[in-house]
């Protein structure tokens, strides 16, 4: 019905900068919130930035300065620019999308994620 499919991630040096985007498709009538999420190995999933449909963002302490999130509606697409990256940066970095159909149902999506990984 909705699908999130991210791209960007890689393999970059530490200072380097990356630029993620997720495009959603499928029986969409509206995109709420939007947001970037990652996950490291042995660790939870984490917030990284969330960014409304108007455009209102809210970002994680440890990539405020360095991460900017923004959306194009007419495209369904979000992006996240990293800068400054830093090893501690390595994860596997999830789409997140609240989708609400032409059937007016609402669906919480993720996708599948992409690896991005901060070495020298």
């Known amino acids: 019905q909705v699908r999130l499919v991210e791209s960007g991630g890689g393999l970059v040096q530490p200072g380097g900068s990356l630029r993620l985007s997720c495009a959603a498709s499928?029986?969409?009538?509206?995109?709420?919130?939007m947001g970037w999420y990652r996950q490291a190995p042995g660790k939870e999933r984490e917030l990284v930035a969330a960014?409304?449909?108007?455009?209102?963002?809210n970002y994680a302490d440890f990539v405020k300065g360095r991460f900017t999130i923004s959306r194009d509606n007419d495209r369904k697409t979000v992006y996240l620019q990293m800068n400054s990256l830093k090893p501690e940066d390595t994860a596997v970095y999830l789409c997140?999308?609240?989708?609400?159909?032409?059937?007016?149902?609402?669906?919480?999506?993720w996708g599948q994620g992409t690896q991005v990984t901060v070495s020298s």
């Open positions: 960014i409304t449909s108007g455009g209102s963002t």
């Open positions: 997140n999308a609240d989708a609400v159909l032409y059937t007016l149902e609402h669906l919480h999506v």
């Open positions: 499928g029986s969409i009538f509206r995109l709420n919130t």
